[in-house]
């Protein structure tokens, strides 16, 4: 499948652009736009993005498989991301994890059947202090405890 930039993306792209010197330092907005777009980052969003930005599709690949906010593959409408690093895992970021699992029948990098949740287990999300968390989408639920994720998946679900 081809992937091309809407008209009103393009234009975002470009206002991203346009706050840097060159078009590299603008990669990170970029991919987010084209996740946007597109739900995750494909081989052929890759390559968009990086004739977009005449960079290497290596480059791109390098990036995209570095940071977590980027999804290689398909996620659910509400994708849960749970910390297990240090912090988190001294104060139930596990528990909560298998929790989540348990709770919503997927695996790590699963998806529902239904396409609401999908789950992803990731190191440092830069939250220490407020340990356990999880991000939901890009928001952050923090000092969590099993009831707390039970009453974030049940308000989830009426979304």
């Keep these: 499948m081809e992937f091309t930039f809407t008209p009103e993306n393009l234009n975002r792209i470009n206002e991203v652009i346009s706050h840097y010197?060159?078009?590299r330092p603008a990669v990170m907005g970029v991919l987010y736009i084209a996740q946007e777009q597109?739900?995750?980052?494909?081989?052929?969003?890759?390559?968009?993005v990086?004739?977009?930005?005449?960079?290497?599709?290596?480059?791109?690949?390098?990036?995209?498989s570095f940071y977590t906010m980027y999804h290689?593959?398909?996620?659910?409408k509400f994708h849960?991301?749970?910390?297990?690093?240090?912090?988190?895992?001294?104060?139930?970021g596990y528990k909560i994890y298998d929790h989540v699992k348990e709770k919503l029948g997927i695996e790590n990098g699963g998806v529902t059947e239904?396409?609401?949740?999908?789950?992803?287990e990731v190191e440092c999300m830069?939250?220490?202090?407020?340990?356990?968390m999880i991000a939901v989408n890009e928001d952050y639920f923090e000092n969590l405890n099993i009831q707390q994720i039970d009453q974030i998946i049940e308000s989830l679900k009426n979304k």
Excluded: H
């Design 126 to 132: 830069g939250s220490c202090g407020t340990a356990p």
């Design 114 to 120: 239904d396409k609401l949740f999908s789950l992803e």
């Design 80 to 92: 849960l991301q749970v910390c297990t690093n240090v912090s988190c895992m001294l104060r139930g």
């Design 38 to 48: 597109n739900g995750w980052i494909s081989y052929e969003v890759m390559k968009e």
């Design 72 to 76: 290689e593959k398909p996620v659910g």
């Design 50 to 64: 990086a004739y977009v930005l005449d960079m290497k599709e290596e480059e791109i690949l390098g990036i995209v």
């Design 21 to 23: 010197p060159e078009k």
